[in-house]
């Protein structure tokens, strides 16, 4: 079985181990996955037409929002003066010798092979045999490594206003987010600020697996929680974290931060 995420890993080490054969692939890769993505958002947006999107459309209109997903929907939903890309978004792509983050105009009616055609192409010289004369350009989709590659510097940007935001919040809900270690970079920065309220919605937020690897983010032992109901779903409460089994379509966001 193909994991586009391993490959990814893989190749993009090219860029810091100079292995031209690994830089060709993970461009090959990233443009293959970032059209795929930029299809189906279309693909969706058309589906629903003037109608509101399940989920991003019951986002209350006056939070703040940070995402790691690369579609372009929350921004969409919340404007970009609200929202932060954590892992970056469909819309910009990175010249990697300059690191600048250049925007794709239009991304939600962008024809992602018109796209690859008339700009990617024409940035791309891999012909030459000295790495530092070759030009790449890559979507700016950060790779799912634990130790996060700087494409650009406006990620450290980015990054330093999604803890400012969560140091700022009073009420914290996570929607659809599995605390995996390759984001530990996030996931730190929720360690860091354990006195806000917390709210995390996952439909195996009760699972033993999920609750021990809450521990390992907020430090609360699996019998220190408590068994209760949250707007109707199965949750467990410890200090000012709820775990909620619950999936992200099936939540009233509006309810979660009343309650």
């Avoid at 360690?191 to 439909?203: A, F, S, Y």
């Amino acid at each position: 079985m193909l994991n586009i995420e391993t490959l990814l890993i893989e190749k993009f080490l090219g860029f810091y181990n100079d292995k031209p054969a690994d830089i060709k692939n993970y461009i090959y890769i990233a443009w293959a996955l970032w059209a795929y993505l930029v299809a189906k958002q279309k693909e969706v947006l058309d589906a629903h037409g003037d109608k509101t999107l399940p989920f991003y459309g019951g986002i209350p209109g006056d939070v703040r929002a940070i995402t790691l997903n690369y579609t372009a929907f929350l921004e969409q939903s919340l404007g970009d003066a609200q929202t932060i890309y954590f892992h970056g978004g469909l819309g910009d792509y990175v010249r990697m010798d300059t690191r600048d983050l250049i925007p794709v105009d239009n991304i939600l009616k962008c024809d992602p092979a018109q796209f690859i055609r008339e700009v990617v192409a024409p940035n791309v010289d891999v012909n030459n045999e000295d790495l530092r004369q070759q030009r790449h350009v890559i979507p700016a989709l950060v790779p799912p490594l634990r130790l996060k590659p700087i494409l650009s510097h406006r990620y450290i940007e980015l990054w330093s206003q999604a803890s400012d935001w969560i140091k700022e919040a009073e009420h914290v809900v996570v929607v659809g987010y599995s605390f995996n270690n390759a984001d530990e970079h996030f996931n730190d920065i929720l360690r860091c600020h354990p006195d806000r309220r917390i709210d995390i919605v996952v439909p195996e937020a009760t699972s033993p697996t999920f609750v021990a690897r809450m521990e390992k983010v907020f430090g609360t032992a699996a019998n220190q929680y408590n068994t209760v109901k949250v707007n109707g779903f199965s949750a467990l409460k410890a200090k000012k974290v709820r775990l909620i089994a619950a999936k992200a379509g099936d939540v009233n966001l509006a309810q979660l931060f009343e309650g």
